[in-house]
């Protein structure tokens, strides 16, 4: 049995996720998800509300009960600058660090392993990726103004534009880590995506569409895509969408890799995190354009 702590928003989950089925298909084996995490997470005075989110796709979970929890003891959360690996009750516990560096050793990990980190690379689970692709098909048929677009979307050369604001601009230590990916790479990443492809029509996601409209000049047909309630069904659209401007966000991130297309351009941030102490570099999947 694998079990994967998830934590974080819809981006996060679907990376905590697939580190944890590459892990579970390896070893023919049970994957289970623990979301012990969410309960603490769920007040109006967290820096950002969050709830599971992926039930939006067919996969079929399997949760971590609290006997399989004791049978872990998980020792209380402390960030290590070293992968913090340790064997409890016979399960072998991977901790990322705080720098989030790639760690290949956790493609090692045995059966009965316990998983606590973001795992935010493809190389963690790039071996098993039909399984994936099959977990994170959206179950539900598309229907109103998101099939509308989905038409508009496969008539167009439409290329998916994400801007991420949100916590990341309202809460000053989050945003110490993380940053914001600046204008300039917008307006650098719209001309290198026009030099390459004729007739490009953007498709703008973001969680502050008010800011977007203001600031960010497009000389080409823009929708505004400001009418979801659910951050899934965004996605979803995004990786309808031909080519690909992303932010330094996982949710944008995962709504490029859906588009299984060979021939698709993805442009992605080449500053990641604006703490200089976190490793970013295997974020970005090789093929897709770093500026």
């Not at 399960?91 to 045995?110: N, W």
């Not at 204008?183 to 390459?196: F, H, S």
């Not at 000049?217 to 979803?236: L, Q, S």
Request: overall charge positive; some cysteine; glycine content about 4%.
């Amino acid at each position: 049995m694998i079990i994967v702590r998830l934590w974080g928003g819809l981006g996060n989950q679907m990376f905590e996720y697939a580190a944890g089925k590459r892990l579970a298909v390896h070893h023919n084996t049970k994957l289970k998800l623990d979301l012990n995490w969410y309960s603490k997470h769920q007040s109006p005075d967290a820096p950002a509300v969050r709830w599971y989110e992926l039930d939006c796709f067919s996969l079929k979970p399997l949760f971590a009960t609290r006997a399989d929890l004791a049978r872990i003891n998980v020792p209380p959360h402390t960030w290590k600058r070293q992968l913090y690996r340790k064997l409890v009750h016979h399960v072998h516990l991977y901790r990322e660090s705080e720098t989030a560096d790639f760690y290949p050793e956790v493609l090692q990990a045995s059966n009965d392993s316990y998983l606590e980190g973001f795992w935010q690379s493809e190389d963690y689970f790039k071996d098993a990726e039909q399984s994936i692709r099959k977990d994170f098909t959206f179950k539900n048929h598309l229907n109103g103004k998101n099939l509308e677009l989905a038409q508009q979307i496969s008539k167009v050369n439409a290329v998916s534009l994400h801007v991420r604001r949100g916590d990341m601009a309202s809460n000053e230590e989050i945003n110490k880590m993380h940053g914001l990916a600046s204008l300039d790479y917008y307006k650098a990443a719209i001309k290198n995506i026009q030099t390459k492809v004729r007739s490009t029509e953007f498709f703008v996601f973001s969680d502050d569409p008010r800011w977007c409209k203001q600031n960010l000049k497009i000389n080409a047909p823009t929708v505004y895509v400001d009418h979801n309630k659910r951050g899934a069904d965004d996605m979803r659209l995004m990786s309808l969408c031909r080519h690909h401007i992303i932010a330094n966000s996982s949710f944008s991130w995962w709504g490029a890799w859906l588009n299984p297309s060979r021939d698709k351009l993805v442009i992605a941030p080449e500053r990641w995190f604006n703490d200089p102490k976190m490793n970013s570099q295997h974020i970005v999947p090789k093929g897709w354009i770093k500026l």
